[in-house]
């Protein structure tokens, strides 16, 4: 699979309507990457994984839903 970090924003939304990938995965794809930049960089004040990924599931579920 693709570095999903990678990903231009049109690609990311092509790959996501044609359930290539879900939100979940591509919010979990940049979460060690921006945890990574905040250890070394102090480059966050506050991050808020549980709520990146809780709102991708809600993503997820409007997407099989057909509404996305």
């Known amino acids: 699979m693709t570095d ?3 990903l231009t ?3 990311a939304r092509d790959q996501l309507k044609a359930k290539a990938i879900t939100a979940t995965e591509l919010t979990g794809a ?5 945890e990574n ?14 709520k990146a990924l809780e709102m991708a599931k809600a993503s997820d579920v409007r997407l099989a839903a057909g509404n996305g």
């Open 9 to 11: 924003i049109a690609e």
């Open 30 to 34: 940049y979460l060690q990457p921006i």
């Open 37 to 50: 930049a905040n250890e070394a960089l102090n480059a966050y004040i506050v991050t808020t994984p549980e």
């Open 4 to 6: 999903l970090t990678a």
